[in-house]
């Protein structure tokens, strides 16, 4: 399960676990995508979920929201995990991939930070990789990049990048913690996280010519 703040650089990651190897969805659109990456069965929930719990089913955008969803999420937990259904949902999520099997997968969604209660006891073998990045205050004022991104910079809260960095449901040992700008520099940190994944090493020993593959712009 990727997840973080929205604007933090989740859809970043994802794409550069994709071209290594991770399965996210058939219904995640191409690999090639600058943004999101995410599978739309899964965005579906999560979706539902925050729908029922606060009438909001996009990322809580206030700490008052996100506090109000966990509230009510753990207090109407049973339901939400009773109303997805796992063999259609890893049907749709799978379609006609052969690989999967063999393959390791996952699926991206800013609002997993907010959902992760539910999915953990959905997958409860589940592992999690959870991005951050630094607010930068000579950064607030750039008017340029995705509106995801002009938003984290200029309207997020620390209060707020908090929880989405601490994902109830979810013990230490199932976190892997990513800071988005130290690993887009750090060959080292993407081997990490490589391993975290299952996955194959080899992209990060060409790490320089990797970032220019997926079209990273620093």
Known sequence: ??????????????KMLRHAGLFVGCD????EARKYHESQCFKKHNEQFLSQTIAFPHAPKSAEQFNAHNQRM???????IDSVDIDELMNDFWGTATERKHQNWGW?????SANALVWTNLFPEMKAIVISRNVRWRDRRINTGSDSG???RQESTSKLRSLY????GLSPDM?????????????????KTLNWCGLDE??????????GKIGFES
């Open 28 to 31: 995640s659109g191409p690999k």
């Open 175 to 191: 976190i892997f913690q990513i800071d988005v700008d130290q690993l887009t520099r750090d060959a080292e940190v993407f081997r």
């Open 165 to 168: 960095k601490k994902p109830i």
């Open 108 to 112: 991206k969604d800013p609002r997993n």
């Open 202 to 211: 080899g992209p990060a020993n060409s790490f320089e010519k990797y970032l």
């Open 74 to 80: 753990s207090e109407s937990l049973e339901e939400l």
């Open 150 to 152: 002009r938003w984290f």
């Open 1 to 14: 399960m990727i997840c973080g703040c929205p604007g933090s650089g989740t859809s970043l990651v994802t």
